[in-house]
T-cell receptor, first 108, second 119 residues
């Protein structure tokens, strides 16, 4: 069974700082999705990466997919309080595996 | 407005009392899925459905049933709930016709969640 390990589990930073969170697997991903979940809500898709080495940008968020498609990272530049939430990686097409998440808190 | 709705949002029940959590989507999606979210364990898939009358087990199907008689609805049934089923439940739906690499490939849209407590 494929497992997705996310690190760090918790991250508390000041507004304006940069941060990177990681998603790793012992198996090759078919594709990899990143979601953000805010308290009291369901996860919302941020991006899907499908090609090894792929880099996608979403405003201040940069997503990288490892060349071997076994790892991915999410980098946030100049974090803002609105970035606070639970960041989840997920893999699958119909049967999905989710990572345990990185809980980010950005302090004003 | 395109959305996934779940009812109820909160439910407190007792061991052994059958319950159903409803899920409905208005986006004409083929795919629907149920997850539970527990602290430290993340989201785990319970069941999924690729279309009407087609369902399959996720990672944690024990103690749950589902049915997909209509495209828009995907109810989750707990025949005899137990305290270890206390959790936050999410329903999700997606189209199965997305283009790979477009950013919208198999995007899952999640409902607002149902917080279930089994005493």
């Amino acid at each position: 069974t494929q497992l997705l390990e996310q690190s760090p589990q918790f991250l508390s930073i000041q507004e304006g700082e940069n941060l990177t969170v990681y998603c790793n697997s012992s198996s090759v991903f078919s594709s990899l999705q990143w979601y953000r979940q805010e308290p009291g809500e369901g996860p919302v898709l941020l991006v899907t990466v499908v090609t090894g080495g792929e880099v996608k940008k979403l405003k201040r968020l940069t997503f990288q997919f490892g060349d071997a498609r076994k790892d991915s990272s999410l980098h946030i530049t100049a974090a803002q309080p609105g970035d606070t939430g639970l960041y989840l990686c997920a893999s699958g097409t119909y049967k999905y595996i989710f990572g345990t998440g990185t809980r980010l808190k950005v302090l004003a | 407005e395109a959305q996934v709705t779940q009812n109820p949002r909160y439910l407190i029940t007792v061991t052994g009392k059958k319950l159903t959590v409803t899920c409905s989507q208005n986006m004409n999606h083929e795919y629907m899925s149920w997850y539970r979210q527990d602290p430290g364990l993340g989201l785990r898939q319970i069941y999924y459905s690729m279309n009407v009358e087609v369902t399959d087990k996720g990672d944690v199907p024990e103690g749950y049933k589902v049915s997909r008689k209509e495209k828009r609805n995907f109810p989750l049934i707990l025949e005899s709930p137990s305290p270890n089923q206390t959790s936050l439940y999410f329903c999700a739906s997606s189209s199965t016709s997305g283009l790979a690499g477009s950013g919208s490939y198999n995007e899952q849209f999640f409902g607002p969640g149902t917080r279930l407590t089994v005493l």
